[in-house]
């Protein structure tokens, strides 16, 4: 069989995988990407890009223009359970840059891999890592990957998803509660012929027996929704078995009269539906193992956000750090790079997700609490515009639990790619 030799092998193509690698190859290391599916790939997702992501994506150097579904969005529509519906408007027009946008997966995973391989990554899909040991002396990783035969290299970073497999192989389930399924579970279906309504924005409907969790629509080009809903693992409303209970009540959701009004009469199914669990524990979790010699980014690094979900800008940003830390480190010791990833997640995602995860418990989880932010975020046009942008930009949100960052121009900064 053969042996690769590279500085840093990243197991997985998708956004933290691929965010990692531009990083690394721009810092002028050799990497190797693997990642089991052939790209393009569906990954079961809402398809939803915060501000965080976006602003991301475009120091990545991904255009747009390159993602065929990119669709960018300009209101949210938030329902509570009595009913009551409010627009929150993001900055649109003029210079003002994207806030948020729509694009599948399929499209946006091949394009930022597009932009690795330009990078200098040498990515190679359709070839799943099998096994990994760190050899006695602890030099390197070798990664076994089906069809290509030992990979070794300095670092490994595990951007393999929620079933990390290089996190199974080097840590087993240490660090994680026995079975663990995922803090949430959430389920999509890709419609045809969505009304006009849901094409006017991001709709989210908080449902009285799905809280904390949520029911959405997210509108793509051509009339096509991306169409889902959430649910925490665990909570009194999420009776196991999980998955099967999510499928039963599925065309039920889709038949309420309040969602079935806005996705319009002729909306239909163009695709089953899938379901994946979310996992999201960052504060908990071990972000390194064998020395330091192998980072977990993304939902390998169980980074997702407790409130609302979204992981793809966290998948980017912890896959950036991992990736700034192991090139910081240089030649030093592989626990210097493990110990600089581990601080830089704890000051950022992490205190991010706590805040994250107590709003949820004491704010969206209950009838009242959910009742009373979706009335004071409808208050005024001030409120709907800053609600908006609070919810979108994760920076802002997370500065409630973290006053040391601060500043004047939180709800001031442009969006991401804006006109030249
Ligand atoms: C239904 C649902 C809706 C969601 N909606 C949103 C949303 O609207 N917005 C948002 O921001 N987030 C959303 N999320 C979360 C988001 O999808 C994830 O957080 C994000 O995809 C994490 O990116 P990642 O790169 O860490 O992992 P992934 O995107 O899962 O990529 C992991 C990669 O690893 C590869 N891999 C796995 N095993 C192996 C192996 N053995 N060898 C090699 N490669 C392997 C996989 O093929 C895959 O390409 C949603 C999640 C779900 C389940």
Same mark, same amino acid.
């Given at each position: 069989m053969n042996t690769l030799d590279c500085d840093v092998a990243v197991v997985g193509g998708g956004p933290a995988g691929s965010a990692a690698a531009i990083t690394l190859a721009r810092a002028g290391r050799d990497v190797v990407l693997v990642d089991k599916a052939t790209f393009p790939r569906d990954k079961c997702c809402g398809d939803g890009l915060t501000t965080s992501a976006l602003r991301h994506l475009e120091a990545l150097g991904?255009?747009?223009?390159?993602?065929?579904?990119w669709h960018p969005v300009a209101s949210t529509f938030i329902c509570s359970p009595s009913g009551r519906t409010v627009e929150l408007p993001l900055p649109a027009g003029g210079?003002? &840059? #994207?806030?948020a946008a729509v694009a599948r997966r399929a499209d946006l995973d091949a394009a930022l891999l597009d932009v690795a391989r330009a990078a200098g990554v040498k990515v190679h899909d359709?070839?799943?890592? $099998?096994g990994a040991t760190v050899p006695a002396g602890g030099e390197c990783v070798h990664l076994a990957v089906d069809g290509l035969g030992t990979v070794r290299a300095r670092y490994a970073i595990?951007? !393999?998803? =929620? /079933?990390s497999p290089l996190r199974k192989a080097l840590? &087993? @389930?240490? @660090?994680?509660?026995?079975g663990y399924l995922g803090e949430w579970h959430a389920f999509r279906q890709y419609l045809a012929s969505g009304g006009p309504e849901a094409q006017r924005g991001l709709w989210v409907w908080f449902e009285e027996d799905l809280l904390p969790g949520y029911v959405w629509s997210f509108p793509l080009p051509d009339g096509r929704l991306n169409v889902g809903y959430g649910v925490q693992r665990g909570s009194k409303r999420a009776p196991e078995p999980l998955g099967k209970r999510m499928s039963q009540l599925w065309p039920q959701i889709l038949a309420r009269p309040h969602i079935r009004a806005v996705l319009g009469? !002729?909306?239909?199914?163009?695709a089953p539906h899938k379901a994946w669990p979310i996992p999201a524990r960052v504060e908990r #979790?071990?972000?390194?193992a064998a020395g330091g010699r192998a980072l977990f980014v993304g939902d390998a690094a169980r980074a997702? !956000?407790? =409130? #609302?979900?979204? @992981?793809i800008g966290q998948a980017l940003e912890s896959g950036v750090l991992a990736a700034e830390a192991v090139v910081g480190a240089g030649?030093?010791?592989p626990w210097v790079a493990g110990r600089r990833y581990e601080q830089a997640v704890r000051r950022g995602l992490a205190l991010d997700n706590r805040l994250a995860g107590l709003l949820s418990t004491?704010?969206?989880?209950?009838r009242k609490g959910i009742r009373l932010a979706v009335r004071l975020a409808g208050a005024t046009g001030w409120t709907r515009r800053a609600f908006g942008r609070w919810l979108f930009e994760d920076e802002p949100r997370a500065s409630l639990a973290t006053? $040391?960052? /601060?500043?004047?121009h939180f709800l001031r900064r442009p969006g991401a790619f804006r006109p030249d």
């Open positions: 991904l255009r747009p223009d390159a993602v065929a579904s210079d003002a &840059g #994207t806030f359709g070839h799943a890592l $099998a595990g951007a !393999d998803g =929620m /079933w840590l &087993g @389930g240490a @660090g994680e509660p026995e009469p !002729d909306a239909r199914p163009e #979790t071990p972000l390194t997702t !956000d407790p =409130m #609302t979900g979204e @992981g030649a030093l010791q004491h704010g969206v989880a209950h006053p $040391a960052r /601060w500043h004047r």
